[in-house]
Each structure stands twice: as C-alpha cells, then as structure tokens.
C-alpha cells in the first residue's frame, strides 16, 4: 500500500514537473485557446513565451508583477533579475486586466505597462499597452518578441525589447 502511494505520488511530481518545464530558445509549444467572439468560436494557438532575464535600463526602480500567478519582482535602478516568468495569453480586456504582468516605475510621472501574449497573433506577438484593454494594434514588443522561447525583457524608458537566450 505505501510503496504504490509512493509510486502515485512520483509519477505525479514527475508529471508536474513535465508541463512546467519552460521551453528551449526558439521552439514553440503551443496550447489551443478557444474564446466566443460575437457569436462565432475562433481558435488559437499560443507558444509559451518565458522571460528568463530582466534588465533594467532605467535610472528608477521598476515593479514588475504576473497578475496570473502573483508573482512579484523588484529591480534595482540599471538593475537586472534571473529566474522564469511565462508572459500571459490575453485574447480580450479581461484578460489583459487579470492576466498581463504590469510593469510600473515613477520617473517624471507614474508609469504602468500591461504587457501580455496576443494569442490572436498568428506569430506568438508579445504586445504591452498603457491601459488594461486588449487592443489587437497595441505597440509589439522590439526585437525577438514572437514565436515564443526563452527570452530576455529589457525596460527602456518609452518601450520594451526582447532577445532570444539560451
């Protein structure tokens, strides 16, 4: 009885441990997402997009907070973090209200940035907006902001980029 409780209980971890495991740079797995929009089903498929590095460009410090999952990071002025922070899907405002990670500093005037994955976007689009409304022209993210993979999250002072890490 114990060692198959035990048995269960590995193959669980195990499991577990398998659907959270980020994927290498450049690769692309995807999961469907489906959403009513006026009356019709449209179906996307989104690539996981995992920011494994933050850098901080800016001489303030920045608040960056996953709204999915709560997690919260502070960065130093010129500062940057290691670690894995999956950027949201978002396919409609409530989604980008309770789902995006907010990017917030005070410069000359406070700043908040939603920034999320377009899961409409036939190329994995990670997209930021200064509001909490999905808007499918939203600024896109500079650089290797598509196609999902490890990434690196640079904050400028009027935009974001991002570069493709190993």
């Not at 996981?48 to 907070?65: F, G, K, M, P, S």
């Not at 409530?94 to 789902?99: F, I, T």
């Amino acid at each position: 009885m114990t060692r198959h409780f035990l048995a269960i209980c590995a193959t669980a971890l195990v499991a577990g441990a398998a659907l959270t495991i980020a994927p290498p740079a450049g690769t692309a797995t995807g999961s469907a997402h489906r959403t009513e929009l006026a009356g019709t089903s449209r179906e996307a498929r989104a690539a996981v997009t995992d920011i494994r590095e933050i850098v901080n460009t800016l001489a303030v410090q920045v608040q960056v907070y996953n709204a999915e999952n709560g997690n919260r990071v502070t960065l130093q002025p010129k500062g940057s973090w290691i670690g894995s922070m999956w950027v949201p899907w978002a396919g409609n405002d409530s989604e980008v209200q309770n789902k995006s990670i907010r990017i917030f500093y005070t410069d000359n005037a406070d700043r908040l940035f939603y920034l999320f994955q377009d899961y409409w976007a036939p190329n994995d689009q990670v997209r930021f907006f200064w509001s909490p409304k999905y808007y499918e022209h939203a600024p896109r993210v500079e650089g290797a902001g598509t196609g999902g993979g490890r990434k690196r999250l640079i904050i400028y002072p009027s935009n974001f980029a991002m570069e493709n890490v190993g």
